[in-house]
T-cell receptor, first 114, second 110 residues
Framework: DTGVSQDPRHKITKRGQNVTFRCDPISEHNRLYWYRQTLGQGPEFLTYFQNEAQLEKSRLLSDRFSAERPKGSFSTLEIQRTEQGDSAMYLC????????????FGSGTRLTIV | DAKTTQPPSMDCAEGRAANLPCNHSTISGNEYVYWYRQIHSQGPQYIIHGLKNNETNEMASLIITEDRKSSTLILPHATLRDTAVYYCIVSKQAGTALIFGKGTTLSVSS
């Protein structure tokens, strides 16, 4: 297993455009998490899935953000009508319920809005 | 989830033990202490976690006080590659997501 994969690694887009990120978790992990991180801050929780069900969403997740995990495997995070403030590193993590072994994070997608 | 307090930065000489403190005075009985670290431009990396007893793995040791109100992460022989931001988080083992603070920036120098 190659760990948690995120694609793309970097994305530059114009303000107002839509962007979509993909996360492939560790195959046997049933939980998947999305975080956002800005410079100098710790990762901020956005949302998480258990299998295909989205169980929790942060207040940070405005209606311009939507996340899916259609078959309980990979997940996508879409941002519509991007704004300058959306520039950040978007991190994905996965874990398996009950093991208590912590999350495995991907390397993130760095989004820059120009 | 309970909040944690960590010093913003610490320095350590290469080869010496790095002891990173964390206060979590409002921790509840079913909450674990987790430690992660984040090396520049990478995703956070899980280090260790514990409930009551001290824990040790190949990366570090975790010492939790008897009243569980504070803990210390110990890197026994710090190397330059241990330079990172270290996050102490308290959370239930299963359920809600981990909430990160600003962490401690550890700088290891030769």
């Amino acid at each position: 297993d190659t760990g948690v994969s995120q694609d793309p690694r970097h994305k530059i887009t114009k303000r107002g455009q839509n962007v979509t990120f993909r996360c492939d978790p560790i195959s046997e992990h049933n939980r998947l998490y999305w975080y956002r991180q800005t410079l100098g801050q710790g990762p901020e929780f956005l949302t998480y899935f258990q299998n295909e069900a989205q169980l929790e969403k942060s207040r940070l997740l405005s209606d311009r953000f939507s996340a899916e995990r259609p078959k309980g495997s990979f997940s996508t995070l879409e941002i519509q009508r991007t704004e300058q403030g959306d520039s950040a590193m978007y991190l994905c993590a996965s874990s398996f319920t009950g093991t208590g072994s912590g999350y495995t994070f991907g390397s993130g997608t760095r989004l820059t809005i120009v | 989830d309970a909040k944690t307090t960590q010093p913003p930065s610490m320095d350590c000489a290469e080869g010496r033990a790095a002891n990173l403190p964390c206060n979590h005075s409002t921790i509840s009985g079913n909450e674990y202490v987790y430690w992660y670290r984040q090396i520049h431009s990478q995703g956070p990396q899980y280090i260790i976690h514990g409930l009551k007893n001290n824990e040790t793995n190949e990366m570090a040791s975790l010492i939790i006080t008897e009243d569980r109100k504070s803990s210390t992460l110990i890197l026994p022989h710090a190397t330059l590659r241990d330079t990172a931001v270290y996050y102490c988080i308290v959370s239930k083992q299963a359920g809600t997501a981990l909430i990160f603070g600003k962490g401690t920036t550890l700088s290891v120098s030769s």
